[in-house]
């Protein structure tokens, strides 16, 4: 499947701080990805170096096929909308309109306008007068409007009411469906994730713990209830994630191929939430309190 961001053993220094180190991941392309990761996991970096704001320092990143912000043309397929929404205070809605237009040669004058209709907005307001949900509003519809083959929202919706997050993320559903793009958005609301997106990545100190499609990511991890065992005499084809014990108790997350249990498991499915909650905890152990059967592999 063609990988709509690819990475190979990627890595950014500001000075003596690794921002990101040794990164490789692979992103198919036709999915909306969630990019998921505790603070300082290099997100963010990651998603800078994918629209060329920043540079390497080490190993390689391809977005759709080239070097990220190559050309005109590449800058083209690529729609950003950052972690701050940026607009331009001083300029009225319309003005961001006429300077999408200008800067971009594919712009969509129809979606543009259309869009800002749907939501309600007044052409001639300020967007230093409007709320953080509708600034975010109109980042995305910049974005959305140059019709990009690929999306990429870094924490678009982090800051928004309940109500203002619902919204934003409606209309991302609707043009991903209109357009039929490729969408990578890092967030830390994994529960907004799961409404939208359909293929996830956790990134945890520049490391991929665990990536694929969201349907299958579920279907092959349950969390099982039963007497107490030692990890180490499971099935071989049951990788733990998650431990904990009581005196006559095990409560593991697992992920598995295989349905057949033991009877003498309870057998519950989990969360996206849960999940990514799971991989996180494990690979914020200390080393050295890891044993081998709990490491996370892919």
Same mark, same amino acid.
């Given at each position: 499947m063609?990988? $709509?961001?690819?990475?190979?053993g990627?890595?950014?220094?500001?000075?003596?701080?690794?921002?990101?180190?040794?990164?490789?991941?692979?992103?198919?392309?036709?999915?909306?990805?969630?990019?998921?990761?505790?603070?300082?996991?290099?997100?963010?970096?990651?998603?800078?170096?994918?629209?060329?704001?920043?540079?390497?320092?080490?190993?390689?990143?391809?977005?759709?096929?080239g070097?990220?912000?190559?050309?005109?043309?590449?800058?083209? @397929?690529?729609?950003? $909308?950052?972690?701050?929404?940026?607009v331009?205070?001083?300029?009225?809605?319309?003005?961001?309109?006429?300077?999408?237009?200008?800067?971009?040669?594919?712009?969509?004058?129809?979606?543009? !306008?259309?869009?800002?209709?749907?939501?309600?907005?007044?052409?001639?307001q @300020?967007?230093?007068?409007?709320?953080?949900?509708?600034?975010?509003?109109?980042?995305?519809?910049?974005?959305?409007?140059? !019709?990009?083959?690929?999306?990429?929202?870094?924490?678009?919706?982090?800051?928004?009411?309940?109500?203002?997050? !619902?919204?934003?993320?409606?209309?991302?559903?609707?043009?991903?469906?209109?357009?039929?793009?490729?969408?990578?958005?890092?967030?830390?609301?994994?529960?907004?994730?799961?409404?939208?997106?359909?293929?996830?990545?956790?990134? $945890?100190?520049? @490391?991929?713990?665990?990536?694929?499609?969201?349907?299958?990511?579920?279907?092959?991890?349950?969390?099982?209830?039963?007497?107490?065992?030692?990890?180490?005499?499971?099935?071989?084809?049951w990788?733990?994630?998650?431990?904990?014990?009581?005196?006559?108790?095990s409560?593991?997350?697992?992920?598995?191929?295989?349905?057949?249990?033991?009877?003498?498991?309870?057998?519950?499915?989990?969360?996206?939430?849960?999940? $990514?909650?799971?991989?996180?905890?494990?690979?914020?152990?200390?080393?050295?309190?890891? @044993?081998?059967?709990?490491?996370?592999? !892919?």
């Amino acid at each position: 499947m063609t990988a $709509v961001l690819e990475t190979h053993g990627l890595g950014k220094r500001f000075g003596q701080r690794t921002a990101l180190s040794d990164c490789t991941l692979s992103i198919p392309a036709g999915h909306v990805t969630g990019l998921v990761g505790p603070n300082g996991a290099g997100k963010t970096t990651l998603l800078n170096l994918a629209v060329g704001l920043l540079a390497p320092t080490s190993g390689t990143i391809e977005v759709l096929g080239g070097r990220p912000a190559a050309s005109p043309a590449q800058l083209a @397929k690529v729609g950003f $909308v950052a972690q701050d929404t940026p607009v331009y205070s001083g300029l009225s809605v319309a003005d961001h309109l006429r300077l999408g237009a200008h800067m971009n040669p594919g712009w969509d004058a129809d979606i543009a !306008r259309r869009r800002i209709s749907d939501l309600g907005l007044d052409p001639a307001q @300020k967007a230093g007068k409007l709320s953080g949900g509708q600034r975010a509003q109109i980042a995305l519809t910049l974005a959305i409007a140059k !019709r990009p083959e690929l999306l990429i929202l870094d924490e678009p919706i982090a800051s928004l009411d309940p109500l203002a997050r !619902r919204e934003f993320l409606q209309l991302l559903m609707e043009v991903t469906a209109e357009q039929e793009i490729s969408v990578v958005m890092s967030s830390h609301l994994v529960s907004d994730l799961e409404r939208v997106c359909d293929h996830l990545v956790v990134l $945890v100190a520049s @490391k991929v713990l665990v990536a694929g499609e969201v349907e299958h990511l579920l279907a092959a991890h349950r969390q099982l209830t039963g007497p107490r065992r030692d990890p180490a005499d499971l099935p071989a084809d049951w990788q733990v994630i998650a431990a904990s014990h009581t005196d006559r108790q095990s409560t593991l997350l697992v992920r598995s191929e295989s349905a057949t249990f033991d009877p003498a498991w309870s057998v519950d499915q989990i969360g996206l939430e849960d999940l $990514v909650l799971a991989y996180m905890s494990q690979a914020a152990k200390p080393a050295g309190n890891r @044993k081998p059967e709990l490491e996370v592999q !892919r």
